[in-house]
């Protein structure tokens, strides 16, 4: 089975300034996919980022971007020039690949991002 | 397009009832999977369901029962319900495939069970 695991279930940031949260997981699986969601009060949950475990190179997408180490299985995800929209609850999530029929996600008990003004 | 959407939003009952939810996947998509997220913790897997078919099933107890109907749309089905059984209820759907690994989520049904 595996297992995820968010260390800071809060944490704050000032507008403009860069935050890391960070995650740490078990697996024996070789071929897997890592995800971070935000999840704003609203409840929806909102995929903010995706790396595939076989890809050496770490993922970015705009002002988003992680730290991948597959040896350490650890999955930081480094947010620059935070913005008050950016305050939500974050998600860690690991998905095992299975060739595309299986889509069970295991999350992390989340982080808690609040930027302020 | 509509994203996903679960019915209804809110929900109160009571002990030892019963509860149906429902969830509409994106227009196209094959794939829908529920999960239980109870307040201040991540999301739990119940079921996944690709092409009407039982995929996956989570640690939960046999009172959970879902299916997925030829349009694809699925019901999440909860009998005698317990106080234990209070949470966020939030549905997903993905396309299928070999590389299409995003599910998108619906804004969720809250059950209130009293």
């Known amino acids: 089975a595996q297992t995820v695991t968010q260390s800071q279930p809060e944490m704050s940031v000032q507008e403009a300034e860069t935050v890391t949260l960070s995650c740490t997981y078990d697996?024996?699986?070789?071929?897997?996919?890592l995800f971070w969601y935000k999840q704003p009060p609203s409840r929806q949950m909102i995929l903010v980022i995706r790396?595939?475990?076989?890809?050496?190179q770490n993922a970015t997408e705009n002002r988003f971007s992680v730290n991948f180490q597959k040896a350490a299985k650890s999955f930081s995800l480094k947010i620059s020039d935070s913005q008050l929209g950016d305050t939500a609850m974050y998600f860690c999530a690991f998905m095992r690949s299975s060739g595309g029929s299986n889509y069970k996600l295991t999350f992390g008990k989340g982080t808690l991002l609040t930027v302020n003004p | 397009d509509a994203g996903v959407t679960q019915s209804p939003t809110h929900l109160i009952k009571t002990r030892g009832q019963h509860v149906t939810l429902r969830c509409s996947p994106i227009s196209g998509h094959k794939s829908v999977s529920w999960y239980q997220q109870v307040l201040g913790q991540g999301p739990q897997f119940i079921f996944q369901y690709y092409e009407k078919e039982e995929r996956g099933r989570g640690n939960f107890p046999d009172r959970f029962s879902a299916r997925q109907f030829p349009n694809y749309s699925s019901e999440l089905n909860v009998n005698a319900l317990l106080l234990g059984d209070s949470a966020l209820y939030l549905c997903?759907?993905?396309?299928?495939?070999?590389?299409?690994?995003?599910?998108?989520f619906g804004q969720g049904t809250r059950l209130t069970v009293v």
């Open positions: 790396q595939e475990a076989y890809k050496q």
């Open positions: 697996t024996s699986e070789n071929n897997y996919y």
């Open positions: 997903a759907s993905s396309s299928g495939g070999t590389e299409n690994t995003e599910a998108f």
